[in-house]
């Protein structure tokens, strides 16, 4: 397990990513000791990339870009336009990915981050597959992994399991389309943190670690035991990033769309060091066993 490299979310230290936030973040991610920073990608407009690239590289850090879509800028819609708008969203994200120097684009590639009033219609599902497929011909060449983000009902209607993912990823058809598992959401949909894991197994591609209430690692009721574990069963050896939201630190979009109202802490460096701490210690255990 030693070979998993720690990620942080940028948002535990700024809410958006103009020049001044990003300097902030990649210093205090380098500061808490992680090897990899993810760059929401709902703030792209005021995102500098090369000035980014190359604060990330002067660090020495490894980049994952991450998103989610819009309802109206939805691949996972049943009206062309929007399912047109969705894909113009991802093949900008492609590019900025790899302007970045990164590796992984992961997220809600597939829909909307938001609370859906209905169930996925065929067609819509029908046009993900369609569009994911075509991103990830074009991803592949560049050397990038696309991650398919399990989320809760709450924020997607398109996979809410590690179940509807795979099915999702073999619909997809290509290699570099992986799943990513997050712990947060695994909670509020999977039976516990543990099959889900063995069911991925080398599918697998990147992992967010969140407590139950996405707050301080440790302060909820999250088998983190048993899900490092599980991880170490399939040999998992990518990306495993911290990930937390707190009203402390707002996007004017992505806070919204993750239902972001309570003060779970408020001081983002002192957060990213305890979960440092709190990671790197699961992982030097389980190495001694
Ligand atoms: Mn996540």
Redesign the pocket.
């Known amino acids: 397990m030693t070979t998993s490299r720690l990620g942080i979310?940028a948002l535990v230290f700024a809410g958006g990513t103009t020049p001044a936030e990003v300097e902030r973040i990649v210093a205090e991610t380098a500061n808490a000791g992680y090897d990899l920073v993810e760059l929401s990608l709902h703030d792209e407009a005021n995102l500098d990339v090369d000035l980014a690239r190359t604060a990330v590289e002067a660090a020495g850090l490894e980049v994952v870009a991450?998103r989610g879509l819009a309802f109206d800028a939805d691949v996972s819609s049943d009206d062309t336009a929007t399912v047109a708008r969705g894909a113009a969203l991802l093949h900008s994200s492609l590019e900025t990915t790899r302007r970045l120097g990164g590796t992984h684009l992961t997220?809600a590639l597939y829909s909307a981050l938001g609370k859906y009033g209905r169930p996925l219609s065929t067609a819509g599902r029908a046009n993900a597959v369609a569009t994911i497929r075509d991103l990830a011909a074009e991803a592949a060449p560049l050397g990038i992994t696309l991650g398919l983000?399990v989320?809760n009902r709450y924020e997607t209607n398109v996979v809410n399991t590690a179940a509807d993912a795979l099915r999702l990823a073999d619909d997809i058809g290509h290699d570099n389309v992986r799943i990513?598992l997050?712990t947060?959401?695994m909670n509020i949909e999977e039976d516990d943190l543990v099959r889900p894991v063995h069911l991925v197994g080398d599918r697998l591609g990147y992992v967010?670690v969140?407590e139950s209430h996405r707050g301080f690692l440790g302060s909820g009721h999250l088998d983190f035991a048993a899900f490092f574990r599980a991880l170490a069963d399939i040999s998992y050896t990518g990306p495993i990033?911290f990930?937390s939201f707190s009203s402390a630190v707002v996007s004017p979009t992505l806070s919204n769309d993750l239902a972001i109202w309570r003060d779970l802490w408020s001081d983002g460096p002192e957060l990213a060091a305890h979960a440092h701490a709190f990671l790197s210690t699961r992982l030097e255990r389980l190495d001694v066993d």
Do not use: L, R, V
Request: charged share 25%; net charge negative.
């Open positions: 979310h991450s997220g983000e989320c990513h997050d947060f959401h967010h969140g990033t990930e």
